[in-house]
């Protein structure tokens, strides 16, 4: 079975076995469900086509265990303090390692907008990611049909929530371009095969719409190729093993902060 349809049969049973313990009301109750989003696509924008959005993860199907121990709270303020744009913090258990408490503990800590990395297939994921004080969610075209993803990414924006999409293929992109998505993606890793080819993102970027806040995602592993991406029309880069895989990602930050800025 491939990766995604794995997590896929996990997330289900998983969402419905959150529903039976918290309903869609009580999540409503939460005190964060009522606060007013942070702007993740400003943050964006803000950041003249070199803002980072910096992922705190602590293992991956691709990579294994990164940085099982990692305390949340330190990482993510160094982030915050080395000019992150937002950040994604992971928050699936049982393929990421996410603990329960980490987006809680991200949250409580910075005031970047945050991206609730998760598999959203369900609209409970999205009360649940509004409960817990996300800004934005991702959805991944690979894993819904179109008119599913569709759905879902109104009633995140009803919610006050903003959608990245993630595409892969070019199929992917064209079945996408007249629905509405704060900020569009496109991995660099191929998630059958777990090759990162950024050649490939580049050449489907031309296929975004002009106006779409464009998204590179995963294998960013060196400045040079960030400034490639960015030459070619990408304004986000979303990161996160070549800061987590470091005793001290906020310093592979603002390092890495450093030499795109130069
Ligand atoms: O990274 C994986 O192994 C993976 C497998 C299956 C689904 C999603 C996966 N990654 C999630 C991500 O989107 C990455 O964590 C993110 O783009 C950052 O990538 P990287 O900089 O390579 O850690």
Same mark, same amino acid.
Request: proline content about 2%.
């Given at each position: ?10 997330? =289900? ?11 869609? $009301? ?10 007013a ?6 943050? #964006?924008?803000?950041? &003249? ?27 993510? *303020?160094?982030?915050?303090? &080395?000019?992150?744009a937002?950040?994604s ?5 049982? %393929? ?5 408490t980490? %987006? ?7 005031? =970047? ?6 598999f ?8 649940? /990611? ?18 599913? #993803? ?14 990245l999409?993630? @595409?892969? @293929? ?10 509405? %998505? ?5 991995? &660099?890793?191929? !998630? ?10 580049? /050449? ?26 960015? &030459?070619?029309?990408?304004?986000? %880069? !979303?990161?996160? $093993? ?11 930050? *603002?390092? !890495?902060?450093?030499?795109i800025?130069?």
């Amino acid at each position: 079975m491939k990766i995604l349809e794995k997590i896929k049969a996990h997330k =289900l049973i998983e969402i419905q076995q959150r529903k039976q313990i918290k309903s869609i $009301e009580q999540l409503k109750l939460s005190e964060l469900y009522n606060r007013a989003s942070i702007d993740f696509k400003a943050s #964006i924008l803000s950041k &003249n086509n070199r803002a980072i959005i910096a992922e705190f993860k602590r293992q991956s199907p691709s990579k294994g265990v990164i940085h099982p121990d990692a305390d949340v709270i330190s990482i993510v *303020k160094g982030y915050e303090s &080395n000019g992150a744009a937002a950040l994604s913090i992971l928050n699936d258990n049982h %393929f990421f390692g996410a603990l329960e408490t980490d %987006f809680a503990n991200a949250r409580a800590s910075v005031n =970047l907008p945050l991206l609730q990395k998760d598999f959203i297939l369900d609209e409970y994921q999205l009360v649940e /990611a509004k409960a817990i004080g996300a800004d934005a969610i991702l959805l991944i075209a690979k894993m819904l049909p179109v008119e599913r #993803i569709k759905v879902l990414a109104n009633y995140a924006h009803q919610l006050g929530l903003q959608v990245l999409l993630e @595409t892969h @293929t070019e199929q992917e992109i064209l079945d996408h371009l007249h629905t509405e %998505f704060d900020l569009i993606g496109i991995n &660099n890793r191929d !998630l059958n095969t777990f090759e990162v080819n950024i050649q490939h993102s580049i /050449a489907l970027a031309n296929l975004l719409p002009q106006q779409a806040v464009k998204i590179a995602e995963s294998g960013i592993q060196d400045a040079n190729t960030l400034l490639e991406l960015a &030459n070619n029309g990408f304004s986000g %880069f !979303l990161m996160g $093993e070549y800061f987590m895989k470091t005793a001290n990602p906020a310093e592979q930050l *603002k390092a !890495l902060q450093q030499e795109i800025w130069r």
